[in-house]
Antibody, heavy 120, light 109 residues
Framework: DVQLVESGGGLVQPGGSLRLSCRASGFTFGSYWMSWVRQAPGKGLEWVANIKQDGTDKYYVDSMKGRFTISRDNARNLVYLQIDSLRADDTAVYYC?????????????WGQGTLVTVSS | QSAPTQPASVSGYPGQSITISCTGTSSDVGDSNYVSWYQQHPGKVPKLMIYDVSYRPPGVSNRFFGSKSGNTASLTISGLQTEDEADYYCSSYTSTSTLVFGGGTKLTV
């Protein structure tokens, strides 16, 4: 079975940085795009970024370019999201999602999410 | 990148049918056959219900039907059941190779 386990969330002060991790198992990690999606408390889903199988292509939502960096380590089945200059409105549950891209595009498996709280 | 518009809420009685719309632009929904729909129960992880406008993944009931016309995609749920009560989100691939979610719709049964 596909498993995606996020970690690295927690309470961070405004202006701080955080690196989220997502460990994947149950599928050939290096064969799939991976994405990060976030959900602020009581709000809707917001796509953040995705990364190609070999890490050569990365895409971000315009509003997060510059502060968010997605990366992956295929040898360790890990995908990361580095978030810098954290702001209060970055407070959200961050999900990683296995993503089908190519002749299709959708998120077919999701992790349980990790909560990031930005507050002083 | 503005989010496609979904109604904030829809409701129906058990056994009835409802339709949730997802209205985007010619740069996302209107330009893409890669529209998907997700169901999210409170406190739970989103679940894929429809992909590529109208395809159902294995295990998803055939009561869920997806379609698209122009800049608007739709999710129709027939024979409403109480367990269908959840939030529903559309998602679309865009002309700039990014993805965007609709604002979400709360379905009350």
């Amino acid at each position: 079975d596909v498993q995606l386990v996020e970690s690295g969330g927690g309470l961070v002060q405004p202006g701080g940085s955080l690196r989220l991790s997502c460990r994947a198992s149950g599928f050939t990690f290096g064969s799939y795009w991976m994405s990060w999606v976030r959900q602020a408390p009581g709000k809707g889903l917001e796509w953040v970024a995705n990364i190609k199988q070999d890490g050569t292509d990365k895409y971000y939502v315009d509003s997060m370019k510059g502060r968010f960096t997605i990366s992956r380590d295929n040898a360790r089945n890990l995908v990361y999201l580095q978030i810098d200059s954290l702001r209060a409105d970055d407070t959200a549950v961050y999900y990683c999602a296995k993503t089908r891209v190519g002749t299709t595009c959708y998120f077919d498996d999701w992790g349980q999410g990790t909560l990031v709280t930005v507050s002083s | 990148q503005s989010a496609p518009t979904q109604p904030a809420s829809v409701s129906g009685y058990p056994g009835q049918s409802i339709t949730i719309s997802c209205t985007g632009t010619s740069s996302d929904v209107g330009d893409s056959n890669y529209v998907s729909w997700y169901q999210q129960h409170p406190g739970k992880v989103p679940k894929l219900m429809i992909y590529d406008v109208s395809y159902r993944p294995p295990g998803v009931s055939n009561r869920f039907f997806g379609s698209k016309s122009g800049n608007t995609a739709s999710l129709t749920i027939s024979g409403l059941q109480t367990e269908d009560e959840a939030d529903y989100y559309c998602s679309s691939y865009t002309s700039t190779s990014t993805l965007v979610f609709g604002g979400g719709t709360k379905l009350t049964v």
